[in-house]
């Protein structure tokens, strides 16, 4: 597989070197000298030139990648024509754009955009939803308005009980996905099983019941 990256600040560039530490070829692109030059020893390429500038961009032979990412987040007029460009123009079979407002979002997909992601908008909802009242939460994804899922320590009240006994799942319609135990997952435990101190769980549902669940 192979993704190439438009746009090295920083989360473009920890894209890229997430990308290769699991074994994709990057090709990381930007303006800057100095960014590119950064990531051209972790990057499979690494290119600088003007983002803006169609034949630049037909050099790069962005066709022959799986996925390209636009990921100038803080400049919406650019990274909305570029994406239209992509879409439109160079008719690239899938492109993953980052907003930076709800606004820049609507505006990419627009543009044709397959995929739009927001990091800090969804790194803030995640962290609401570990703090306060949902503090025992480690992680929380969210699956839409008021659903998610989330990972949590198994509390002391259900060690020694097993999984088909515990309230947090029968009264609060909470689905268990997966437990960890000792590094070893095992998903959709049986109801038999006999939770242990340090047992990690994944559990999806309404939010609030999330909340409940391990209090």
């Keep these: 597989m192979n993704v190439a990256i438009l746009g090295l ?14 074994g994709v070829e990057v090709l990381a692109v930007d303006r800057d000298d100095a960014r590119v030059n950064e990531l051209s020893e972790t990057a499979t390429l690494a290119a600088a030139g003007d983002l803006s500038d169609f ?11 799986d996925s390209v990412v636009v990921a100038i987040g803080s400049e919406v007029a650019t990274s909305v ?15 993953v754009a980052k907003a930076s407002t709800n606004d820049h979002a609507e505006a990419l997909r627009l543009a044709g955009a397959d995929l739009v992601i927001s990091p800090e908008q969804e790194a803030a909802i995640r962290l609401a ?13 969210s699956l839409g308005p008021t659903y998610g ?3 949590l320590k ?20 909470v689905v268990l996905l997966a437990m960890v135990r000792n590094d070893l997952v095992t998903f959709r435990p ?10 990690v769980w994944l559990i999806a ?11």
């Design 9 to 22: 600040g920083r989360f473009g560039s920890q894209l890229a070197e997430e990308l290769v530490a699991i």
């Design 55 to 65: 034949e630049f961009l037909q050099s790069l032979a962005l066709q022959d990648y």
């Design 81 to 95: 024509l570029l994406t239209l460009t992509l879409k439109r123009r160079l008719k690239l079979k899938h492109v």
């Design 129 to 141: 939803h570990t703090l306060g009242p949902s503090s025992h939460l480690e992680e929380y994804m």
């Design 149 to 151: 899922v989330a990972k």
């Design 154 to 173: 198994a509390p002391i009240s259900a060690v020694g009980r097993t999984i088909g006994s515990l309230e947090a799942f029968t009264r609060h319609n």
């Design 190 to 199: 049986d109801r038999d099983v006999v939770v242990e101190d340090g047992d």
């Design 205 to 215: 549902g309404e939010d609030e019941q999330l909340r409940r669940a391990g209090s």
